[in-house]
Structure formats: structure tokens, C-alpha cells
């Protein structure tokens, strides 16, 4: 195929264990439709559509896949003059093939090409087109000696709507027909890419974004618990019963696990979205775009839309990384008053077994002195004995007199005894 | 095969995959009922445990604070005649297992958590309606579940 005038680039998910039909099976549905009009080529179909040819290939690649439709004049010499009218018939043609492909797509690039001598025809060729068709320039630039301008979307939906759509102008320089047209479908092919990790950025996004639009609630919503938490614990360690500790340490590691998933697992998507930021930038610096006038580069303006894809994922992170930080200085703080208490019942543990041990000498000093009296109660009534048989007249004096005697013998036997203890 | 859930679901991610991953095929009404039949058995072991009485909105917010002590950022928000209103503001558990392990949110809330609640508070009175008035999973900044006496129905947004 020579030039063609549009090209449509459609990239959708794609995991091949989940049975989806490959891009050679979409495609061989497309040309059994399509019958005697329709040849297969080296790595699609060609559909011959009156004096238009169509041109279709897929590629499918790990998670995704890529259909490449260019439409354009069946003849290899034909110059493509970016007119309203020839670009509203192709736009009619290709949308029959681009139907008849899988929907929900990630992404959908539209390149509408012209061909001009130099520089100062193609800018005019470019705002003819623009005028005709009542749009604007978001970015533009010179890539590959071709002159690339983004036409600003009708709405502002970049970045945040699913497919990521983009419509493009391509306008070769100052070349010849067949090296223009080696240059473009070399082009062509970089754009696929760029549609492949475009859009899959894209989806990272917009099916994170409900997620993402929780941070503020939910944040807010646990803040404030945590600021309860805190003040609870800011009470004297008196008033903080043990029951109370408990609820705070159930409540805080139901958080602190929620966050650690929720933090882990953005982590996990922002890595996986980083990796095709830089697949994307990586492009770019290899376009080495150079700028025009007043505009910017298409690079530098995909790449910030980019960048932005993805900056909320590393704020969510961040955020709940506040939260979890702030979880952890909470259960500090339920250790330090647990060790508090356990310090202060082991002291008074320590004056009470004080207390316990002076009753216990208490009780066995008062128990020597009742055994001194018992063992003087014995000698007296031993001597009372040996009086009443001696001096049996006597022997009530005698007993009398002998008590000290026998209180004093009791307490020499009591230090013997307890000499050796 | 009958469905069957662990009754941990609501804190382990893990098991909200096997139950997706399992169940996802089966008409949602049958998966409603599964779950709707939980809340009802739980609650009425709380019910007995706590000594919950009388059918009134009073009973429904004692039953759902009981469930929901663990659950810091889910408040009740208001009780009037007839009517307790709960909001759950916090990170979501659903919310957090569906971005860990790439589940469906919407599911999840439709056919397990929202039944579940239902079934919950219907153990208190059978005519209890709860309504969605804002769920997260479709942008809202928090989930509110209005339980209403009525006819007993689940009623989405």
C-alpha cells in the first residue's frame, strides 16, 4: 500500500489465558465477510472498497492487542491532500472494519495524513484542514522530518475516559512519495506501541479512579477516629482501664492491616503503570521531537498527561502511608501504657508481698512467746508434781515461786531449738 | 454444589477471591440469598448473645453496632421513627480487596455485602427495607444504608 490518507490504530486488553480470539481470528472473521474483495497479505488483509483499498493487520502482544487499519487510494502514486471531503469518505470506509472489531477497546488513535512539499505548505495544509473541520491544535512538532499536530478533543475528557482517544495529523516533508510513505508506516508502527501503552495506562487509571476518589472521605473518615484514638490515650494512665486498651489495639490493627493492603497493593499497580511511563518516554526521546512556533511538542504534552495518569497513585500512597505511620505511633503508645501499668501492679505486687512478710514475723515472734509460755506452763506443772510429793504442805508457795524460774528455763529451751534455724 | 463462604469473609481478601473466583457464574439472585440467609443466622446468634429486644429501630442500630465494633470509620448516623441510618466512610474492606486482588467491586457490594446487611437486620424485624442512598463503588464519598421498616426489600440506587 502507497500512502495511505487515515490510519485508525485500536489497541484493547488482552490475556490470551482467558480465551479471547487472537488478532489473526478477528481478522479472518473480517475478511470472510468481506469474500472475493478481500486478499490476504503478509501480515493481514487488503479489502478492495471502490477506488479505496483497506488495509488491516493485528498483533497480539503479552497483555495487549493491537489492529492497525489505514485506508487510503488504491493507486501506490496517489498524494493525499487532507481535504474535508476525502477524509469524511475514509472516515466512513474504515468505521466498516472498526465495527466489526471487539469492543471496549483501551485505546483509539486517528492519523489523518497529507502530503506537502515543506514546511510553511504543510502548516498551511494543516490549518485548511482545521478551519474545514472546526478544531484546534493541542500540540505539534516534527517528527521523522514529518510535521505531527494533535487535534484538541471536542471534550476535555483526557486521561480520565475510556478508550484513551486521540485523532492526529501527519504531514511528511519535503520528500519523495516512497521515502514519505516508508516513513510514515515506519511511524505507524511506533504509534502502535505508543497506543498500546497509552491505553493501558489509561486503564490503570480509570479503573483505579473510583478507588482513588475515596482517599479524601476515607482519609478524612479514619483521621478522624485516629484523633479519638489519641485524645483516649492522652488520659491519665489511671483512667485507661485495660478493656478499653483492648478495644483501641482490635480498632488499630483493623486499620493498620486495611491501609498495609491498600497501601502494598497500590504500590504493587504504581510500579506496574511506572514501567509503561517509561516504555512511553522512552519513545519519545527516540522521536526527538523539535518544536514549532509558539506550540508545544506532542512529547512533552503526552508525556505530562502521563505523568498525571499515574501521580494520584503515589499521593494514594503516600496518604495512607501518613495514616499507617500515625496507626503505628498509636500502638506505640498502647505498649508503652501496658508497660506502665504491668510496671506499676509489679510494684505494688512488691509492697504488698512487704506487708505479708512483717504480719508472718509479726505472727512468729507472737508464736515464740506463746511457746515459751506453754513450755513454762509444762515445767510448772512438772515442779508442781514434784512439790506436792516433797512438801505437799508447801507446795502451792513453792509453785508460785518457781514461775519465774520456769519462764526463764522455757526461754532458754526456745533459743536452743531455734538456734539452728 | 452449594454456595459456601467462610465467616471471615469481611476482613480476608483471599477468601472474597476463591468466593468471586467459584461463584461469579451463578445467578446473582442465588448468591443474594446465600448471603442475605448469613446476616440472618449471624444476627440471630447475636441477638441471643446480647439479649437484643424488641423489633424497632432501636434493636436494628444495638445489632448493627454490635457487628460493626470492629469497624471504626462505620457510624450510625441517625435513628428516627422507624429508621437507622448507617454510614461507612472509612477504607472500605471491599474496597481493599478488590484493589488487592483485582475483584469487582460493584459484584461483591451487590451480591455479598449489601444482602448480607440485609439479612442482618431482618433477623431484628422481616420487614426491614435497606436502601442504598450512596454507594462508593459508584463514586460516592461514603456508602449510606438506610434500614426502614417496610416490606422487606433490597433496594439499590
Known amino acids: 500500500m502507497g500512502l495511505p490518507g487515515l490510519v485508525c490504530i485500536i489497541s484493547y486488553r488482552f490475556r490470551r489465558e482467558e480465551g479471547p480470539p487472537s488478532a489473526v481470528d478477528v481478522i479472518?472473521?473480517?475478511?470472510?465477510?468481506?469474500?472475493?474483495?478481500?486478499?490476504?497479505?503478509e501480515d493481514g488483509i487488503r479489502v478492495r472498497l471502490g477506488s479505496s483499498d483497506v488495509y488491516i493487520i493485528g498483533i497480539d502482544e503479552d497483555d495487549c492487542q493491537i489492529f492497525l487499519a489505514a485506508v487510503g487510494s488504491l493507486k501506490s502514486d496517489a498524494y493525499q491532500t487532507l481535504s474535508m471531503e476525502e477524509q469524511k469518505t475514509y472516515d466512513g470506509q474504515i468505521g466498516q472494519f472498526t465495527e466489526l472489531l471487539p469492543d471496549n477497546p483501551l485505546s483509539m488513535f486517528t492519523v489523518r495524513i497529507g502530503w506537502a512539499g515543506e514546511l510553511g505548505e504543510a502548516q498551511d495544509l494543516l490549518q485548511r484542514y482545521l478551519n474545514q473541520a472546526e478544531r484546534s491544535i493541542r500540540s505539534v512538532g516534527v517528527v521523522h522530518g514529518c510535521l505531527l499536530a494533535t487535534i484538541l478533543e471536542k471534550e476535555d475528557t483526557v486521561g480520565i475516559s475510556k478508550p484513551l482517544r486521540r485523532e492526529l495529523i501527519l504531514l511528511p516533508l519535503g520528500r519523495g512519495l516512497p521515502e514519505a510513505t516508508r516513513t510514515v508506516w515506519g511511524l505507524y508502527g511506533e504509534m502502535a506501541s505508543l497506543a498500546s501503552y497509552?491505553?493501558?495506562?489509561?486503564?490503570?487509571?480509570?479503573?483505579?479512579?473510583?478507588?482513588?476518589?475515596?482517599?479524601?472521605?476515607?482519609?478524612?473518615?479514619?483521621?478522624?477516629?485516629?484523633?479519638?484514638i489519641s485524645l483516649e490515650m492522652r488520659k491519665p494512665i489511671g483512667q485507661v482501664k485495660p478493656e478499653s486498651l483492648e478495644g483501641v489495639?482490635?480498632?488499630?490493627?483493623?486499620?493498620?492491616?486495611?491501609l498495609s493492603i491498600l497501601s502494598s497493593a497500590m504500590r504493587r499497580d504504581y510500579v506496574k503503570a511506572g514501567v509503561l511511563l517509561r516504555l512511553t518516554k522512552r519513545m519519545f526521546r527516540a522521536w526527538n521531537e523539535e518544536a514549532l512556533a509558539q506550540y508545544s511538542t506532542n512529547s512533552l504534552i503526552e508525556t505530562g498527561i502521563y505523568e498525571e495518569m499515574i501521580s494520584p497513585f503515589k499521593d494514594f500512597i503516600n496518604r495512607v502511608d501518613a495514616l499507617r505511620i500515625q496507626l503505628n505511633t498509636i500502638l506505640d503508645a498502647v505498649r508503652t501504657y501496658l508497660g506502665i501499668q504491668q510496671q506499676r501492679l509489679s510494684i505494688e505486687e512488691q509492697a504488698s508481698s512487704k506487708d505479708q512478710l512483717i504480719r508472718l514475723v509479726?505472727?512468729?515472734e507472737i508464736l515464740h512467746k506463746l511457746e515459751i509460755l506453754i513450755v513454762a506452763v509444762y515445767i510448772t506443772e512438772m515442779a508442781r508434781i514434784v512439790f506436792e510429793v516433797l512438801a505437799h504442805e508447801m507446795a502451792n508457795l513453792l509453785t508460785a515461786l518457781f514461775i519465774p524460774l520456769a519462764l526463764l528455763t522455757a526461754i532458754g529451751i526456745s533459743r536452743i531449738l531455734h538456734r539452728k534455724h | 454444589m452449594s454456595i459456601s463462604l467462610p465467616g471471615d469473609w469481611f476482613v480476608n481478601p483471599q477468601v472474597l477471591a476463591d468466593f468471586y473466583h467459584r461463584?461469579?457464574?451463578?445467578?446473582?439472585?442465588?448468591?443474594?440469598?446465600?448471603s442475605y440467609d448469613q446476616g440472618l443466622s449471624l444476627s440471630k446468634k447475636l441477638i441471643d448473645e446480647l439479649g437484643i429486644k424488641g423489633n424497632d429501630e432501636r434493636a436494628i442500630a444495638e445489632l448493627?453496632?454490635?457487628?460493626?465494633?470492629?469497624?471504626?470509620?462505620?457510624?450510625?448516623?441517625?435513628?428516627?421513627?422507624?429508621?437507622?441510618?448507617?454510614?461507612?466512610?472509612g477504607f472500605c474492606p471491599l474496597m481493599t480487596a478488590c484493589l488487592s486482588l483485582n475483584l469487582p467491586w460493584a459484584w461483591l457490594c451487590e451480591n455479598l455485602g449489601w444482602p448480607f446487611f440485609h439479612g442482618l437486620a431482618s433477623s431484628v424485624n422481616p420487614k426491614v427495607n435497606l436502601s442504598l442512598i450512596k454507594r462508593r463503588a459508584k463514586g460516592d464519598p461514603y456508602c449510606d444504608h438506610l434500614f426502614e421498616i417496610g416490606e422487606g426489600r433490597l433496594i439499590l440506587p
Open chain 2, 23 to 34: 461463584y461469579k457464574d451463578r445467578p446473582p439472585d442465588e448468591i443474594k440469598k446465600f
Open chain 1, 28 to 41: 479472518k472473521q473480517i475478511s470472510q465477510r468481506y469474500g472475493s474483495a478481500c486478499s490476504m497479505v
Open chain 1, 249 to 258: 489495639l482490635r480498632e488499630v490493627i483493623t486499620l493498620f492491616s486495611n
Open chain 2, 64 to 89: 448493627l453496632r454490635a457487628v460493626l465494633r470492629d469497624e471504626p470509620t462505620a457510624k450510625i448516623i441517625s435513628i428516627a421513627e422507624g429508621k437507622v441510618l448507617l454510614r461507612n466512610s
Open chain 1, 198 to 228: 497509552a491505553g493501558r495506562l489509561n486503564d490503570f487509571r480509570v479503573g483505579h479512579d473510583l478507588i482513588l476518589k475515596q482517599i479524601d472521605a476515607s482519609e478524612q473518615s479514619t483521621q478522624v477516629r485516629i484523633n479519638e
Open chain 1, 362 to 364: 509479726n505472727l512468729q
